[in-house]
């Protein structure tokens, strides 16, 4: 399945390369070209913070999802699961870009096998590496564009309600498990206190965890002979933690008040845990409750804009208590062990994550041109758009940007993208993916390639390399072939 700038490349493609839908691989006769170096994306509009939360503007942002893997062996291809960011009533995501190219340059044909979706909604991507072997780690990196529309934050007085007035579905995030553990006196006292001082206020609740999340330390060195000895979410009341450890705290303390809570995620050079409850009457709101650094509401600059929902934790993933770091890294809904890299369902245990060096005692940080860990995402704020024609009829775009999702699209959604106006904002993504000189050429009509590597020693071409052996739905709204033959002024 494809789209935009691969359909330059179906003009002249042979048909295996269309079956293959490799992002990849290249048109017959261009495979000659190292890739450019991704560019640092540039602000493309403006945008306001006041305008986006009074509905006037949309926010344009680009993410990034990074996965760096090494294999002991060499394997036709390697397969892994990934989020991508959340598509509902406040983000549709309006393309996606995945590369996977080695240490030495080389590309390596990418797909996407399957796109399933989970209980909380999140959408999980299978995707696909092509031709691995031992000689060099291999990044594989999707980059999103997300346009994310934001509420006015709830005003007045909230009490906090009886269990069952709550959604059915919100319901099941009163309850205690593995991860998120209220039978504690810390957490009961914490929750009393809070009770206390808010009158039963849910807002004025959330703003008194934000103050005392402040005072807390991040990463704290000392209790560290106490980890283990008590529940997480105790622990970070007496001593502070990490984002995603002071989140499942606070969760555990909204729930124990009797208000749904659950641990979210947002872009940021790593993974940024942070907080989702539910307020009876308004929906779900969001807040930053890392020690050291509380805040509510969660959007006050621009740059908070970029904190968009990439993925939001079920319940069903809280059967452990460590699985609140890094979801689908360390862990996915099976457990630990079976998150492993695979090939048709079976485990490759040679393969691991790697990271990029680093001095001891820091984290491995790749700095250039995007600040990121490996695996890890990072964000964007582009700009704005005015809340106009097609921007009205949101329920339209989230419909039509989960099929291009679930039809394993890649490129911009060219049909979305030709309704909305955003040109300048899919040449941005484009150039952060591809560098300048591949957007240029592009634009005018060609397309240049990733150096695919030597297959000889896997007696494999990589367009003979099938993506997937899972069949593809059609019934979607919105086909990629449709997409793919919408050229947005990218070329003839």
Not at 74 to 103: C, K, N
Not at 383 to 403: I, M
Request: proline content about 6%; charged content about 20%.
């Amino acid at each position: 399945m494809i789209c935009e700038e691969q359909s330059m490349c179906m003009r002249v493609a042979i048909p295996v390369l269309l079956a293959a839908g490799f992002f990849s691989a290249a048109c017959p006769g261009q495979q000659a070209e190292l890739q450019e170096r991704p560019q640092a994306p540039r602000v493309v509009g403006e945008v306001a913070v006041d305008e986006v939360i009074a509905g006037r503007q949309v926010a344009l942002v680009l993410v990034k999802d990074f996965m760096r893997f090494q294999s002991a062996a060499s394997h036709p291809a390697v397969e892994f699961e990934r989020y991508m960011p959340v598509i509902d009533e406040q983000q549709v995501v309006l393309g996606r870009w995945v590369t996977a190219v080695d240490d030495e340059g080389h590309g390596h044909p990418v797909s996407v096998v399957s796109s399933t979706e989970d209980s909380a909604g999140n959408l999980i991507q299978k995707y696909r590496v092509g031709a691995v072997t031992s000689d060099s780690p291999v990044l594989v990196a999707t980059t999103t564009l997300v346009a994310r529309r934001e509420r006015k934050p709830p005003q007045g007085r909230y009490p906090i309600a009886r269990a069952g007035d709550y959604p059915p579905e919100v319901r099941e995030y009163l309850r205690a498990s593995e991860m998120i553990v209220l039978d504690h006196e810390l957490v009961r006292a914490e929750a009393e206190t809070l009770l206390k001082r808010s009158g039963g206020d849910v807002l004025k609740i959330v703003t008194l965890m934000a103050e005392r999340a402040r005072a807390r330390q991040y990463l704290p060195k000392q209790g560290l002979a106490e980890m283990g000895t008590m529940p997480l979410s105790a622990f970070v009341l007496k001593y502070g933690g990490s984002c995603c450890s002071s989140a499942v705290s606070a969760v555990a303390v909204l729930r124990t008040l009797g208000i749904p809570a659950q641990v979210t995620y947002c872009p940021a050079a790593f993974v940024h845990g942070i907080t989702r409850l539910y307020l009876n009457g308004y929906g779900w709101i969001r807040m930053d409750t890392t020690s050291g650094n509380g805040r509510y509401p969660l959007v006050q600059e621009v740059r908070d804009l970029g904190y968009l929902r990439l993925y939001d934790l079920p319940m069903e993933m809280e059967y452990a208590q460590a699985n609140f770091a890094w979801p689908y890294q360390h862990q996915n809904l099976h457990g630990r062990k079976s998150h492993l890299f695979s090939l048709d369902g079976h485990a490759l245990e040679g393969v691991k994550q790697v990271q990029a060096d680093a001095p001891e005692g820091a984290l491995p940080y790749v700095m250039e041109p995007f600040r990121h860990l490996e695996p890890g995402s990072w964000n964007k704020v582009l700009g704005g758009v005015p809340v106009a024609g097609a921007w009205t009829e949101w329920n339209r775009l989230v419909a039509r940007s989960r099929a291009a999702v679930k039809e394993r699209c890649l490129g911009v959604f060219a049909q979305m993208a030709a309704e909305l106006d955003v040109d300048d904002y899919v040449r941005e993504a484009q150039r952060s993916v591809y560098g300048e000189r591949r957007v240029s050429t592009i634009r005018s009509g060609s397309s240049l390639a990733l150096k695919p590597k030597a297959f000889s020693r896997l007696s494999i071409h990589p367009l003979t390399l099938s993506p997937s052996t899972v069949p593809v739905t059609r019934s979607a709204p919105m086909s990629c072939a449709a997409a793919a033959s919408m050229t947005m002024g990218l070329g003839a």
